[in-house]
T-cell receptor, first 111, second 114 residues
C-alpha cells in the first residue's frame, strides 16, 4: 500500500540554522500539506500546496518558512533561521482530494 | 472560525469494555469529519471519515462514528476495546478553501486497563 514518507526521522539543529524537511507524497496525489505538533499539544496546520503553489497558509507560516516541490516527487519544508519554539514534530500529508494521508513525521529539535 | 473540541483529555477503559470518545465541532457549512489515531512516536492513521450520506460510518479496527448535525458531534465508538487500542485519538474537521486544511481537536489519550 502506498504511503507518505518523510526524512529525516529526527533532526537536531542549532538555533539560527536552516533546516530542510523532506517528504515524498503518494504518487498520484494532488494536494500536499505540512502540519506541526509541539510536544503535548494538538496538531496545527501550517500550509497547503496545490498546482505548484501555496493554496493556504496559517499565521504560523511566516517568512521564515517556505515550501517547494522541486522535482515532481519530493515536497520540502524549509525553515530559514530556526528558533527554539520551532521544536516540534512536523508531519507531511498528501491527498487525492478529500482524504489526507500522513507521513510518520520528522522530529525537529532546536538547541 | 472552525474549531474542534474533545472534552476528555484522558479516558481509561477496561479491556473488553465499550468505548465512546466525544468530539464536537464548529463549522458553518457541511463539515468533512475525521478521526485519526496516533500511537506513541508514530504518525497519524486515519480511522474513519464522514463526508455525506449515512450518518453512521464504519472505520478500520472495529471503530465507528456517528455524525449528529443537531448536536454538532461526531463521537467515536468501539464495542469492545483491545489493549492495542491504547493511543491518542484526534478528531478533525476539514475546513478552508479548496480542499482543505484539517483543524484538529486537542486529542484524547486512551488508556486500556487489564
Amino acid at each position: 500500500e502506498p504511503e507518505v514518507t518523510q526524512t529525516p526521522s529526527h533532526q537536531v539543529t542549532q538555533m539560527g540554522q536552516e533546516v530542510i524537511l523532506r517528504c515524498v507524497p503518494i504518487s498520484n496525489h494532488l494536494y500536499f500539506y505540512w502540519y506541526r505538533q509541539i510536544l503535548g499539544q494538538k496538531v496545527e496546520f501550517l500550509v497547503s500546496f496545490y498546482n505548484n503553489e501555496i493554496s493556504e497558509k496559517s499565521e504560523i507560516f511566516d517568512d521564515q518558512f517556505s515550501v517547494e516541490r522541486p522535482d515532481g516527487s519530493n515536497f520540502t519544508l524549509k525553515i530559514r533561521s530556526t528558533k527554539l519554539e520551532d521544536s516540534a514534530m512536523y508531519f507531511c500529508a498528501s491527498s487525492p482530494r478529500n482524504e489526507q494521508f500522513f507521513g510518520p513525521g520528522t522530529r525537529l529539535t532546536v538547541l | 472560525a472552525q474549531s474542534v473540541t474533545q472534552p476528555d483529555i484522558h479516558i481509561t477503559v477496561s479491556e473488553g469494555a465499550s468505548l465512546e470518545l466525544r468530539c464536537n465541532y464548529s463549522y458553518g457549512a457541511t463539515p468533512y469529519l475525521f478521526w485519526y489515531v496516533q500511537s506513541p512516536g508514530q504518525g497519524l492513521q486515519l480511522l474513519l471519515k464522514y463526508f455525506s450520506g449515512d450518518t453512521l460510518v464504519q472505520g478500520i479496527k472495529g471503530f465507528e462514528a456517528e455524525f449528529k448535525r443537531s448536536q454538532s458531534s461526531f463521537n467515536l465508538r468501539k464495542p469492545s476495546v483491545h489493549w492495542s487500542d491504547a493511543a491518542e485519538y484526534f478528531c478533525a474537521v476539514g475546513a478552508g478553501t479548496g480542499f482543505q486544511k484539517l483543524v484538529f481537536g486537542t486529542g484524547t489519550r486512551l488508556l486500556v486497563s487489564p
